[in-house]
């Protein structure tokens, strides 16, 4: 199985500011017969289900705010917020779609300094 | 209003069995693979399952690999998880989420788009 890793587990922002989080995978993310790598972000705000961010490791889902992108390819990936919003708060979750089972990574936690 | 809504959750015995259904609704139900992902209390996401829109095939996660099994019935634009053997363990959120199908062209290069829309969850306990 695909084993995915993020750090940090827990990140302090500042509104207005930026933040930046990292997702490992175990092994390449890139499909053989693309050019995609299949990671996605969800966010999980409190109370809430987790919701869509960014799929194919960098195209944003429908209604999700430029100020969120995301990058990497192969094994590493990230999550970057150009200006943190105080409705950011919650924890992201990178997943990878490459191949069943799919797994999650343990999160990371945003939260207002 | 595009719809996923999980019921049939609640408090039963280790080693009981309990049947999640997820009504879809607001879009072509038969269009879109579907997923199980569950949340431990405190915990952080786990995916479980994965089942096509045709019904096969369906993919699971080693931890529930022959004590679950999910179905779909596109008629009645439901999807379900029957658990058997059920444990401590299992004691969790379980959300279903949908995924476009792109088996049959229609899709960007990428042929996918994420799960882009969950339910609100069901609530399972095990406990004695």
């Known amino acids: 199985d695909i084993v995915m890793t993020q750090s940090p587990l827990s990140l302090p922002v500042t509104p207005g500011e930026p933040a930046s989080m990292s997702c490992r995978s175990s092994q390449s993310l890139l499909h053989d017969n693309n050019e995609y790598n299949y990671l996605d972000w969800y966010v999980q705000k409190p109370g809430q289900s987790p919701q869509l961010l960014i799929y194919l490791g960098s195209t944003r889902a429908s209604g999700v705010p430029d100020r969120f992108s995301g990058s990497g390819s192969g094994t590493d990936f990230t999550l970057k917020i150009s200006r943190v919003e105080a409705e950011d708060v919650g924890v992201y979750y990178c997943?990878?779609?490459?191949?069943?089972?799919?797994?999650f990574g343990p999160g990371t936690k945003v939260d207002i300094k | 209003e595009v719809q996923l809504v999980e019921s049939g959750g609640g408090l039963v015995h280790p080693g009981g069995s309990l049947r999640l259904s997820c009504a879809a609704s607001?879009?072509?139900?038969?269009?879109?693979?579907m997923n199980w992902v569950r949340q431990a209390p405190g915990k952080g996401l786990e995916w479980l399952s994965y089942i096509t829109s045709r019904g096969s095939p369906i993919y699971y996660a080693d931890s529930v690999k022959g004590r679950f099994t999910v179905s779909r019935d596109n008629a009645k634009n439901s999807l379900y998880l029957q658990m058997n053997s059920l444990r401590a363990e299992d004691t969790a959120v379980y959300y279903c989420a949908r995924e476009r199908d792109c088996s049959g062209g229609g899709c960007s290069s990428g042929n996918y788009y994420g799960l882009d829309v969950w339910g609100q969850g069901t609530t399972v306990t095990v406990s004695s």
């Open positions: 607001g879009f072509t139900f038969s269009s879109y693979e």
């Open positions: 997943m990878q779609a490459l191949e069943a089972p799919r797994t």
